[in-house]
């Protein structure tokens, strides 16, 4: 393949897809784990998962729901020092020229950018502390299926939406104006954000900077969407995880590594 940008056709027939034609957007869900076979159980257990290895390396894993891609799972807790913790990575077409925005609005860079066979990466952190990452390069193989039709959405968890909203948007593009980038809504007291027409992410104002609970602090939640949202907490809790917070449609749990993550009943919430 000649071309290393949008997207092209793979040797297999298959669309390769590359962070430039959806630059501004989140484009990938991946946990960091301390131990990749426990972390393999709990998950099967609760979300029903198969896995295959990813091709960043023998550490990671891609998490699969139905044979769709769902997330990536990163042995790199340990290794890099880095918090266990559910983060989304969102494309950006130049990954060094994203990481100094992020130097010159406040916020902190925690790893990278680095480079893997497919891309680069940088793991960062905006003013108020919420974890994020960065990808540039090709995304993961069927990823328009997951952009589709894979069960999971963000939503940012912090002090001021709006703040937050103008922070992102000034790093990775949005509503800047140029065709195929994000565009930004306000409904209430949220800030949506939308990518070829879909809600990709939402931001929301009330946590708290100082609160001894993660989960109250300014955090992006990755939501998976399931069929069953009693019987994930049930297998949860049957797999030394914990019920954090629960109603009819949604449920807060937390990993037996300390990883939060929500189950819902529908993307809409």
Do not use: N
Not at 41 to 61: E, I, K, N, T
Not at 84 to 105: G, I, N
Not at 195 to 213: H, L
Request: glycine share 10%.
């Amino acid at each position: 393949m000649a071309k290393k940008h949008g997207t092209t056709r793979s040797s297999t027939g298959t669309d390769v897809v590359y962070t430039d034609s959806v630059s501004g957007a989140p484009c990938w869900v991946s946990l960091t784990s301390r131990d990749l076979d426990a972390t393999q159980r709990f998950y099967s257990a609760v979300l029903g998962w198969q896995w295959r290895p990813a091709r960043l390396g023998d550490r990671f894993l891609t998490a699969l729901a139905d044979g769709i891609p769902v997330a990536g799972v990163a042995g790199m807790a340990t290794v890099w020092h880095m918090p266990v913790t559910w983060t989304p990575y969102f494309a950006a077409a130049d990954a060094d020229e994203t990481v100094a925005r992020v130097r010159e609005r406040g916020g902190t860079v925690a790893v990278g950018p680095i480079s893997f066979a497919p891309g680069r990466a940088a793991l960062l952190a905006d003013r108020d502390g919420a974890i994020f990452g960065i990808w540039q390069g090709r995304l993961v193989t069927e990823w328009e299926a997951w952009r589709q039709a894979a069960p999971v959405f963000v939503t940012l968890r912090t002090r001021d939406a709006f703040d937050a909203a103008i922070f992102y948007g000034e790093i990775l593009g949005w509503a800047s104006g140029p065709s195929g980038c994000c565009e930004v809504e306000y409904e209430g007291e949220e800030v949506v954000l939308r990518s070829q027409g879909s809600v990709v992410a939402r931001i929301e104002s009330g946590a708290v900077d100082t609160a001894p609970d993660r989960s109250v602090r300014p955090h992006w939640q990755v939501h998976f969407v399931v069929a069953d949202v009693s019987g994930c907490a049930r297998a949860a809790r049957e797999h030394d995880g914990d019920v954090l917070a629960e109603c009819e449609h949604e449920v807060v749990l937390r990993d037996p590594d300390g990883a939060l993550f929500v189950v819902s009943s529908s993307r809409e919430h």
